[in-house]
């Protein structure tokens, strides 16, 4: 990609620090947000500042997205982003929403001569920080092998899944299987506990055994110390099994695991980290 102009949208916990990443390797950034103080420290950093998504469209090649859910990615381009659609741009989703959402923006855009790329990730705002994500990417193959240099600055490894949607896809099954490790894990340490073991003893073990991952690692500090101030909102995770569901998610497992945490949501949880869930199942405020 000769071009080194980004425009990117949406400065959440992921958002800033993958900005960042890019800044730092030479690219040329322009950023907008909805709450524009989240952008001024960027700009102190080098970031110039778009007053709106047209704004900024008019000043990038290549436009990246990273907002919360659908409704917002859409309110974004209807906000005149894609009126001045111009061929040989292109469009870098990298928020977790729905195929069906990415097909229509796609075709929308298309219609244009605008590429446009799924390009959801896996990691938490640690990896993001490091560019140690991995990214999972719908669309054409010639748009893939020309997003690489951006993709590499932000992340490990990244994979073309398939056509556009297919990005999407993934991302939520990887976040069901999150959703499984995070609720097993709890479901573990309370079985335990209510066995007389303490979890700080029951998490020393998992660690240690062929059942440890990354979850199991990262979130044993949540449940010892009590610590639910999120890294991964719950909110978000409730999100990414609603839309799996609605995409035709219907395995036993993956049912219940939705339903637990609609519930933990609906309990007031949303803020809280995903690891919540296990105060939660206890019945416990938090």
Request: aromatic share 6%.
């Amino acid at each position: 990609m000769e071009s080194k102009k980004i425009g990117w949208i949406g400065l959440g916990n992921m958002g800033v620090p993958m900005v960042r990443n890019l800044m730092r390797s030479g690219f040329d950034v322009t950023v907008y947000n909805r709450t524009a103080a989240k952008a001024e420290a960027l700009k102190e950093e080098g970031a110039k500042l778009a007053a709106s998504p047209a704004a900024l469209w008019e000043a990038a090649d290549v436009v990246i997205t990273m907002v919360a859910d659908d409704m917002a990615l859409k309110s974004i381009h209807d906000a005149g982003f894609r009126d001045g659609a111009r061929s040989g741009k292109m469009v870098i989703d990298m928020s977790t929403v729905s195929p069906a959402t990415t097909r229509e923006l796609a075709a929308k855009l298309a219609a244009k001569g605008v590429d446009y790329l799924d390009a959801p990730v896996a990691g938490s705002v640690k990896p993001a920080e490091l560019g140690q994500l991995v990214i999972m990417v719908g669309g054409q193959q010639a748009c893939y092998e020309a997003a690489l240099p951006i993709f590499g600055k932000l992340g490990k490894a990244s994979f073309l899944m398939g056509g556009q949607g297919a990005g999407n896809a993934a991302k939520l099954a990887m976040n069901t299987l999150l959703a499984f490790n995070m609720q097993g894990l709890a479901e573990a340490v309370i079985f335990a506990r209510e066995k007389g073991i303490v979890p700080e003893a029951m998490l020393a073990v998992i660690g240690q055994s062929a059942v440890a991952n990354g979850v199991t690692k990262m979130k044993t500090a949540n449940l010892v110390g009590g610590d639910y101030s999120a890294s991964f909102a719950l909110k978000h995770l409730a999100k990414d099994l609603r839309l799996a569901v609605g995409q035709g998610m219907h395995t036993p497992g993956g049912i219940a695991i939705h339903d637990s945490f609609q519930q933990a949501l609906a309990a007031g949880l949303g803020e809280k980290d995903m690891a919540a869930i296990f105060p939660f199942l206890e019945g416990k405020k938090v």
